[in-house]
């Protein structure tokens, strides 16, 4: 056995007819994938299931994926139906608020299991299985699934490598170690095409978004006191550019991680007017989830984001920029 509740979250697949999963706000590969593959593995037993987001827009150079089309997107939560479903699965979310796009949401009456790898998990769930050491939830879900004695298709191995390639930016990140190169390659074994996934994921990205990345260069700076790097959009701009949406991500990719001279860095966006994503990453390996957490947010050592509204442009670059210092000047 990889995880110990490995059995009893399958008793409860087993007795469940009707079981609800979910793609996280603003959702990334590893939230698609894990939530697609479970999708087919659940299907296999003989279940119905939904997938529910409750963002707009989604990835689309993966929209290939079998079951793609099922994710029902922009889903209100607080309207939302829970009684319909015997079990809950949430998949890739640290809080409830990362599940439903709802701050103070309130846990429905149907069981709940959470399987998660972010450190700043909350545990929301009735069971969970939340292991932070592990490199996504799809690498996580392979583990699982190999506990449950399931066969792989070639379309769940597709959907958990392509989480496990998103999350670890193409095995870039520590973290992916053997463990995580031989499941790849188990995956590949078994049909999934890593090529076409890289392809669709980093090389097929549209204009709008290179045009971004030089919004976001030109206003790059360095806190050399501090070792960090950062950068803001404001509203007009974002708005603009009509960005795909994960365009952010990509953006803080780019440049956050990378400078000599810094231990980290991150991306400010003002999303709608007063309303501001931080997209953080890790250079040297401090933990960027610390820095996430006090402004209200979450994630991982290597790249963690927060949210934060009701302040101005200025208002809103100062307040993390404040924490940041701080944040810098305990860490080192
Ligand atoms: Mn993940």
Redesign the pocket.
């Known amino acids: 056995m990889n995880y110990k509740e490995s059995k009893q979250v399958l008793g409860e697949v087993k007795k469940a007819k009707r079981i609800l999963l979910n793609c996280h706000r603003g959702p ?1 590969p ?2 698609i994938g ?1 939530a697609l593959a479970m999708y087919e593995v659940l299907q296999m037993m003989g279940k119905e299931v939904d997938i529910v987001c409750p963002s707009d827009e989604i990835v689309d150079s993966i929209s290939y994926l079998k079951n793609f089309n099922k994710i029902q997107k922009n889903v209100d939560f607080l309207s939302f139906d829970f009684s319909k479903f015997d079990l809950f699965i949430a998949l ?1 979310s640290s809080s409830w608020s990362m599940v439903t796009d709802v701050v103070d949401f309130k846990k429905p009456d149907t069981k709940i299991i959470v399987i ?3 450190a700043t998990n909350t545990f929301y769930g009735d069971i969970n299985i939340v292991d932070a050491g592990i ?4 690498e996580l879900l392979y583990l699982i699934f190999q506990d449950w004695k399931v066969k792989i298709s070639k379309d769940v191995a597709n959907c958990l490598l392509l ?1 496990i390639l ?2 670890t930016g193409i095995f870039r990140f520590p973290g992916s170690g053997q463990r995580t190169l031989r499941i790849a390659a188990d995956l590949m074994d078994e049909g999934a095409d890593k090529d076409k996934i890289i392809y669709q994921l980093y090389g097929s990205v549209s204009l709008s978004l290179i045009r971004f990345y030089g919004e976001v260069l030109k206003r790059v700076r360095l806190e050399e006191k501090h070792k960090f790097i950062w950068a803001a959009i404001p509203y007009k701009i974002y708005k603009r550019l009509n960005l795909p949406t994960n365009g952010k991500e990509m953006a803080a990719n780019l440049f956050a991680q990378v400078v000599d001279g810094t231990d980290f860095g991150f991306l400010i966006v003002e999303n709608e007017p007063g309303r501001f994503s931080i997209s953080i990453r890790s250079r040297s390996g401090v933990d960027t989830s610390r820095l996430a957490k006090r402004l209200g947010g979450g994630g ?1 050592v290597f790249a963690s984001g927060a949210r934060i509204e009701g302040l101005t442009f200025d208002g809103a670059i100062e307040k993390v920029l404040k924490e940041a210092r701080k944040f810098a000047s305990e860490s080192g």
Request: glycine letters at 12%; charged letters at 30%; zero cysteines.
């Open positions: 990334d590893d939230s894990s890739d998660d790898h972010h490199t996504s939830t799809s989480g998103g999350d991982h």
